[in-house]
């Protein structure tokens, strides 16, 4: 098939879905043409190196992949993005039509930041059956009374646009195939596909002595959280909860966001000793520090939009093997319990997640390795990256055939 690809991130930025999509698509024959934006996340910058322009096209054997301009906010504030999810949609608006033309089925990848670029392309493209690949839901602010936020409103309405143009809908997590079917998507044409990690760096693997020494201080039980860290983790709740178990276990963040100057105030400020931060690691290193450490941690804070979100660190964490400790709701707590692939408790409950370390420092290593165990074995059931691009793969054909017919 001609397949098209519409995706707000792309690789480099830390995109891997669309990215690993394309790539796997065009190894299996198809011509993959990809519509995006000049990669910019997560400093909020356009990369060293890169220059934003209007013919910025590079191609492979099947793959070319086609960047337009788009508002790069840099404070991270509500306006400035928006202004980057409606100047990406105007720049598709001008180049999609005939970029695309040909495609016989066309794949958009839809976080909410693509819903007003998706919503016109669908518009514009009405002959082209389309595959939307949901991954969240407007995470905005709820439109208040009497007209407040009329932005969120009209996000909202984008995304719901899209799914009833979609001829199939993916979503990334099962509870949410009830949002879409709430927001108007034909049950019938919404299948759940859980989301894959890079395969080839994340694999389960023995600790290096550097990546012990990096992580490890004694023979206290380490809980890691590596990731983004940000508004939607809530990790004030994790520094609570380790403060609480000074003696007991040890906390380290690895990684960097908007909200790190705050956490680590608040470790500061309680005197937490047994907190640490780490500079954000190549992914490549970051298998060997799984590792060193004994459990992965998972934050969401608890919001309706996000108890149907499963975050990418959860697939990375199961398929290294790693024992995970969840604080969080909705599928993420349901994925952790049903594989028994570690320990979950409620979003935003400092003393119960401290609790849950504790209980996890009891925990034999014995015991740690085989939850780590079944944790590997329900990412290769439920999650693995061949079953998710082949099941894409059929969707994008069936819709194809469909529309023929």
Same mark, same amino acid.
């Not at 392309?121 to 009497?146: E, F, I, N």
């Not at 165990?373 to 990412?379: D, K, Q, S």
């Given at each position: 098939?001609?397949?098209?690809?519409? =995706? !707000?991130?792309?690789?480099?930025?830390? *995109?891997?879905?669309?990215?690993?999509?394309?790539?796997?698509?065009?190894?299996?024959?198809?011509?993959?043409?990809?519509?995006?934006? #000049?990669?910019? !996340?997560?400093?909020?910058?356009?990369?060293?190196?890169?220059?934003?322009?209007?013919?910025?096209?590079?191609?492979?054997?099947?793959?070319?992949?086609?960047?337009?301009?788009?508002?790069?906010?840099?404070?991270?504030?509500?306006?400035?993005?928006?202004?980057?999810?409606?100047?990406?949609?105007?720049?598709?608006?001008?180049?999609?039509?005939? #970029? #695309? /033309?040909?495609?016989? *089925?066309?794949?958009?990848?839809?976080?909410?930041?693509?819903?007003?670029?998706? &919503?016109?392309?669908?518009?514009?493209?009405?002959?082209?059956?389309?595959? %939307?690949?949901?991954?969240?839901?407007?995470?905005?602010?709820?439109? *208040?009374?009497?007209?407040?936020?009329?932005? =969120?409103?009209?996000?909202?309405?984008?995304?719901?646009?899209?799914?009833?143009?979609?001829?199939?809908?993916?979503?990334? /997590?099962?509870?949410?195939?009830?949002?879409?079917?709430?927001?108007? &998507?034909?049950?019938?044409?919404?299948?759940?596909?859980?989301?894959?990690?890079?395969?080839?760096? #994340?694999?389960?693997?023995?600790?290096?002595?550097?990546?012990?020494?990096? %992580?490890?201080?004694?023979?206290? @039980?380490?809980?890691?959280?590596?990731?983004?860290?940000?508004?939607?983790?809530?990790?004030?709740?994790?520094?609570?909860?380790?403060?609480?178990?000074?003696?007991?276990?040890?906390?380290?963040?690895?990684?960097?966001?908007?909200?790190?100057?705050?956490?680590?105030?608040?470790?500061?400020?309680?005197?937490?000793?047994?907190?640490?931060?780490?500079?954000?690691?190549?992914?490549?290193?970051?298998?060997?520090?799984? &590792?060193?450490?004994?459990?992965?941690?998972?934050?969401?804070?608890?919001?309706?939009?996000?108890?149907?979100?499963?975050?990418?660190?959860?697939?990375?964490?199961?398929? @290294?093997?790693?024992?995970?400790?969840?604080?969080?709701?909705?599928?993420? *707590?349901?994925?952790?319990?049903?594989?028994?692939?570690?320990?979950?408790?409620?979003?935003?409950?400092?003393?119960?997640?401290?609790?849950?370390?504790?209980?996890?420092?009891?925990?034999?290593?014995?015991?740690?390795?085989?939850?780590?165990?079944?944790?590997?074995?329900?990412?290769?059931?439920?999650?693995?990256?061949?079953?998710?691009?082949?099941?894409?793969?059929?969707?994008?054909?069936?819709?194809?055939?469909?529309?023929?017919?």
């Amino acid at each position: 098939m001609k397949i098209g690809i519409l =995706a !707000y991130h792309f690789p480099p930025e830390p *995109a891997f879905i669309p990215g690993s999509l394309a790539e796997e698509l065009a190894r299996r024959g198809h011509e993959v043409r990809v519509l995006t934006g #000049f990669p910019d !996340y997560p400093g909020g910058y356009v990369y060293p190196g890169w220059r934003q322009r209007w013919r910025h096209q590079t191609r492979s054997e099947r793959l070319t992949v086609r960047r337009v301009p788009r508002y790069v906010g840099r404070s991270g504030s509500e306006r400035g993005r928006m202004a980057g999810h409606l100047s990406f949609a105007g720049s598709v608006s001008l180049v999609g039509r005939r #970029f #695309f /033309a040909g495609v016989d *089925a066309l794949y958009v990848h839809q976080p909410p930041a693509t819903a007003f670029a998706a &919503a016109r392309l669908l518009r514009a493209l009405r002959r082209v059956p389309a595959v %939307v690949h949901v991954q969240d839901v407007w995470a905005g602010p709820k439109p *208040a009374a009497g007209g407040g936020d009329r932005w =969120a409103a009209r996000l909202a309405g984008a995304m719901a646009a899209t799914y009833r143009h979609a001829d199939r809908i993916v979503v990334a /997590a099962p509870s949410l195939r009830d949002v879409v079917v709430t927001e108007g &998507a034909d049950p019938g044409r919404v299948e759940v596909v859980l989301n894959w990690t890079d395969e080839r760096i #994340f694999q389960p693997a023995p600790p290096s002595p550097a990546a012990g020494q990096l %992580v490890r201080r004694d023979g206290r @039980c380490v809980v890691m959280y590596a990731g983004t860290i940000g508004a939607r983790q809530g990790l004030d709740t994790a520094v609570r909860a380790a403060a609480a178990l000074d003696h007991r276990m040890e906390l380290v963040l690895v990684g960097s966001g908007e909200q790190e100057r705050r956490v680590r105030g608040l470790a500061a400020e309680l005197g937490a000793d047994n907190v640490r931060f780490v500079e954000r690691r190549s992914p490549l290193d970051m298998p060997e520090l799984y &590792a060193a450490a004994d459990y992965q941690l998972v934050m969401l804070r608890d919001l309706p939009e996000l108890r149907s979100t499963l975050p990418g660190k959860l697939p990375t964490a199961l398929s @290294c093997g790693a024992p995970v400790i969840a604080s969080a709701g909705g599928d993420t *707590a349901e994925v952790v319990e049903s594989a028994r692939a570690g320990l979950s408790c409620p979003p935003e409950e400092w003393e119960t997640l401290a609790d849950r370390f504790w209980l996890a420092a009891t925990i034999p290593p014995a015991a740690r390795a085989e939850m780590g165990r079944r944790g590997r074995e329900a990412y290769l059931r439920q999650m693995s990256m061949p079953a998710g691009v082949e099941r894409i793969e059929c969707l994008l054909d069936e819709a194809a055939s469909g529309r023929r017919r």
